[in-house]
């Protein structure tokens, strides 16, 4: 992980948040289909089941795990790996992070400041990180395969 990450200040957001608004992912849902609708085909059928894990669950364990690197980047390159075939690409991740930071804004509302914001930028990037290193190792395309490999031969 680039940077620590303020455990603390992460911890106390979310308890706040979720106890003001118990289910925060009904308000994510709303606010990245209104944003990004493109993403909406991706969640199929066990939908409401799936989105109600997506998020909060993993947020709450990635909340507990935060000084556990070794979970971390286990559990969530595992998890990046699962949203390949979930048709997931390397841009959703900035809209996914958007819609959250925009959920918990909204409902964190007077205790939301330029440091909390940070605080779960922060996060994001490196949850977001983690999953993408699962992503790469499982699929790694031909093309890009092949480049990344000429390149290495052929720098000095
Ligand atoms: C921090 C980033 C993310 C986290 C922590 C996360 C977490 C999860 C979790 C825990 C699941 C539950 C299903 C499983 O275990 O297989 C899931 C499913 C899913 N996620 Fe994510 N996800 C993230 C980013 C994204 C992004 C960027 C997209 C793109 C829109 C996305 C789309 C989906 C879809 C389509 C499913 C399956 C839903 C279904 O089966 O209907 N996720 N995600």
Known sequence: MTKPLNAEL???TFQLVTE???A???RFY???FERYPQVRPLFGGNSARAQQEMLQGALVAVIEHLEDTNWLASTLAALGRKHVAY???RE???WVGEALLATLAEVAKDAWNHEVAQAWQDAYEAIRDLMLVGMVI???PIESASAVITAAVQSP
């Open 92 to 94: 959703m991740f900035d």
């Open 30 to 32: 709303e606010i990245l």
């Open 138 to 140: 499982e699929v790694p």
């Open 10 to 12: 992460l911890r106390s």
């Open 20 to 22: 003001r608004e118990p």
């Open 87 to 89: 048709g997931v690409t």
């Open 24 to 26: 925060i992912t009904g």
